[in-house]
């Protein structure tokens, strides 16, 4: 079975831009996050898609939003690029989201903002 | 939310030893997770192990929900075993939204 595919594994932006990245889950994984990895704040939590619904949220600015299409893919907005917002965006799926449903990590997209 | 804490922060080890790797977390968990990051970035799933003992090869893994704390046991180390270590735990009872901890980095040596 496929694992969590992530695209593109590398993209330079300039400030001000907005950049979408796309994930897709192991296949039959309903439930879909996205997570922030930077050096200094680790690993956070964006957002969690189940069914094309967001169903939770993390403490970052409205400009990050994601969506979740029908096949269960999912892309990451964000817009109005900081340079603070250079980071590793690890995209992870499971089954249903619940306990009992182990995350699944796709390789990542590193983003650089200059 | 929960608070993670890993514990060394860093370890360095010779092939073939043995280590042990912590995790406490402030609150009780009920959907533990054990991951690997490589060099390159990839966050591998280890253990789901919300209690109890599991093992997989040279690696297993012990959590005691009621103290609070979970422990990663690598065995005869590989330099392939060496990246970050990340302990994660649910925030709010939703096991999608984890809360990971710091991590422990290891670097295996020939």
């Known amino acids: 079975k496929a694992g969590v595919t992530q695209t593109p594994r590398y993209l330079i932006k300039t400030r001000g831009q907005q950049v979408t990245l796309s994930c897709s889950p192991i296949s039959g994984h309903r439930s879909v996050s996205w997570y922030q990895q930077t050096p200094g704040q680790g690993l956070q939590f964006l957002f969690e898609?189940?069914?094309?619904?967001?169903?939770n949220k993390g403490n970052f600015p409205g400009r990050f939003s994601g969506r979740q299409f029908s096949n269960s893919r999912s892309e990451m907005n964000v817009s109005t690029l900081e340079l603070g917002d250079s980071a590793l965006y690890l995209c992870a799926s499971s089954l249903s989201g619940q306990a009992y449903s182990p995350l699944h990590f796709g390789n990542g997209t590193r983003l650089t903002v200059t | 939310g929960i608070q993670v804490e890993q514990s060394p922060p860093d370890l360095i080890l010779q092939e073939g030893a043995n280590s042990t790797l912590r995790c406490n977390f402030s609150d009780s968990v009920n959907n533990l997770q054990w991951f690997h990051q490589n060099p390159w970035g990839q966050l591998i799933n280890l253990f789901y192990i919300p209690s109890g003992t599991k093992q997989n090869g040279r690696l297993s893994a012990t959590t005691v929900a009621t103290e609070r704390y979970s422990l990663l046991y690598i065995s005869s180390s590989q330099t392939t075993d060496s990246g970050v270590y990340f302990c994660a735990g649910p925030n709010t009872g939703t096991a999608s939204k984890l809360t990971f901890g710091t991590g422990t980095r290891l670097q295996v040596t020939l």
């Open positions: 898609y189940f069914s094309e619904t967001q169903r």
